[in-house]
């Protein structure tokens, strides 16, 4: 199944461009549905980037982060051809991992 | 005595009124419909209020109006919101019917790289035929249920199609049948009337003032209106249609909107896309 | 002395009540009017194909205020759906021909 993480990473000299874009509801449990019912709140609670071990990029989300949520951020260490490891969890516990390459 | 001057008073009467009448029609040389010469002055309007503009550029609506907006929407047309609803499209687009055909057997070209072909007129059936409706109408030839017009699967399904053609001229033809004229100069009508407790028509926004705000929204030109179409809201949080846009539009303008596909939006398409003629297709477009 | 006033006190207060049912009532029936005239005109301005969305918010309104038997509010309600539905129709036909001054020519 492809993940929900789509990611590119660019480095151009000691700086890393890493834009990633994320498929998941991201529902804040405060929206009603066409029937009127409380649409339950599911979203990412936790996201994290991480090079060589250590954590470039760490974000605690709650409801109020839209659908599909698009993260952009650059980091200095690494360079093209490290490895980027990405994941998340949400508040139903679910998980998702991915790497990616920097180009 | 009296007959006389009762007929030179209804005579004088009718004069006035033939005058009072005369004087409050547009002056126009006949009533022809010509869209050629329609498309020319609606292009060069826009060309004229916006000299710093390149032509292409029309079709980007709002971001051709702002560089800000410009500058944030290059930069996530690398990683575009619309990427999950365009590949929905393209696998619903190559799954076939229950029945074995699919999508590309109702289509000349198999459906690809066809979009800037609509609207059509069809003559046979002496109506226009949006992208949207023909859709519907293949799923139901194929007996498939028809799918809402304002909802994500539509929206999916226009957009992988758009997608196809990205780039390609906006090419909409109007046949030289009266009847195609005639649909053309109600979509126009459509366009300018004014309508809704707000006494707003599409042009009020989109040719008076394209590039101001309306609320915190940054208006977009109509030239190139359709060519981005169907877009990816962030308002909306996903992909939507023609169909849902019309009628958003409708609704926000306190109008009771038409039903999705109802004449007035096939040709008021027809219309703007028409009049859009040699910009490229530009869909699925991102829009705030 | 006191019977008396007694007596024109609770004839009054009977006419009070009296005529405050007469004005009930009267209120009902210039509800069902005014709101059968509204309704009347917005079918108009659907035929013209131009209904304002908040013509039929405020029918729904009066409707509402006359179920729960404020017939004041209701007709005033009804009264004002009418005018915007009016207001529509004219909408429609004074646009009939005032769409061509905002032509792009």
């Known amino acids: 199944m492809a993940s929900s993480i789509r990611v590119r990473a660019t480095a151009s000299g000691e700086t890393t461009e890493v834009q990633a874009l994320i498929q998941h509801p991201m529902d804040s449990g405060f929206v009603k549905d066409a029937k009127g019912e409380l649409i339950p709140a599911h979203f990412i609670t936790q ?25 952009k951020f650059s980091f200095k260490g690494a360079k093209k051809g490290d490895e980027l490891k990405i994941g998340w969890i949400d508040n139903k516990g679910a998980t998702d991992t991915t790497t990616a390459k920097i180009q | 005595m009296k007959l006389r001057s009762a007929i030179c008073l ?35 309007f826009f060309t004229d209020k916006f000299p710093k503009v390149k032509f292409e550029d029309f079709v980007n609506g709002p971001y ?12 996530k047309e690398q990683f575009p919101p619309y990427e999950f609803s365009l590949e929905m499209g393209k696998e619903m687009f190559s799954k076939p019917f229950k029945n074995g055909t699919s999508y590309e057997d109702c289509f000349p070209n198999k459906g690809i790289g066809i979009r800037q072909n609509y609207p059509y007129f069809d003559e046979k059936e002496g109506k226009v035929i949006t992208l949207e409706l023909a859709l ?11 799918f809402s017009y304002v909802k994500d699967e539509m929206a999916a399904l226009t957009a992988y199609m758009a997608f196809t053609s990205r780039g390609k001229p906006m090419d909409i033809k109007i046949p030289n049948d009266p009847r195609a004229l005639e649909a053309f100069q109600n979509g126009k009508e459509y366009f ?27 208006l977009a030109p109509a030239l190139g209106i359709m060519n981005a179409m169907p877009i990816y809201r962030s308002e909306w949080s996903g992909m939507g249609t023609t169909s849902r846009r019309f009628t958003t539009c409708n609704s926000q303008i306190r109008a009771v ?4 596909q109802d004449d007035e939006y096939r040709n008021v398409e027809y219309y703007l896309s028409y009049v859009s003629n040699g910009l490229p297709i530009s869909g699925p477009g991102a829009r705030p | 002395m006191r019977n008396k006033m007694f007596k024109s006190a609770l004839a009054l207060a009977l006419l009070a009540a009296g005529a405050t049912s007469a004005l009930t009532a009267g209120s009902e029936e210039d509800f069902k009017a005014a709101y ?4 009347s005109a917005n079918k108009e301005a659907g035929k013209l194909r131009n209904q ?32 915007l539905a009016k207001a529509s129709i004219f909408q429609a036909t004074s646009e009939k021909t005032r769409w061509k001054e905002m032509e792009i020519r």
Request: proline letters at 5%.
């Open chain 2, 10 to 44: 209804t005579s004088a009467a009718l004069a006035l009124a033939v005058l009072t009448f005369a004087g409050t029609l547009p002056s126009s040389a006949t009533d022809k419909i010509d869209p050629v010469a329609d498309a020319k002055a609606f292009q060069k």
């Open chain 2, 257 to 260: 909107p038409l039903n999705p």
């Open chain 3, 52 to 83: 304002w969305t908040t013509t039929a918010s405020t029918l729904a309104a009066a409707k509402k205020a006359a179920d729960a038997g404020e017939f004041d509010k209701a007709t005033a309600s009804a009264k004002e759906a009418e005018a």
């Open chain 1, 47 to 71: 996201l994290t980037f991480e090079h060589d071990g250590k954590k470039v990029f760490a974000a605690d989300w709650g409801g109020g982060v839209s659908k599909d949520p698009y993260v």
């Open chain 2, 136 to 146: 519907n109408r293949c799923r139901e030839a194929n007996g498939e249920p028809p």
């Open chain 2, 192 to 218: 300018y009337t004014r309508r809704g407790q707000l006494n707003f028509s599409c042009a009020t926004c989109h040719v008076q003032s394209p590039g101001e705000r309306i609320r915190a929204e940054i």
């Open chain 3, 36 to 39: 059968a005239a509204a309704e």
């Open chain 2, 64 to 75: 051709s109006m702002n560089e800000d907006l410009h500058r944030q929407w290059q930069e």
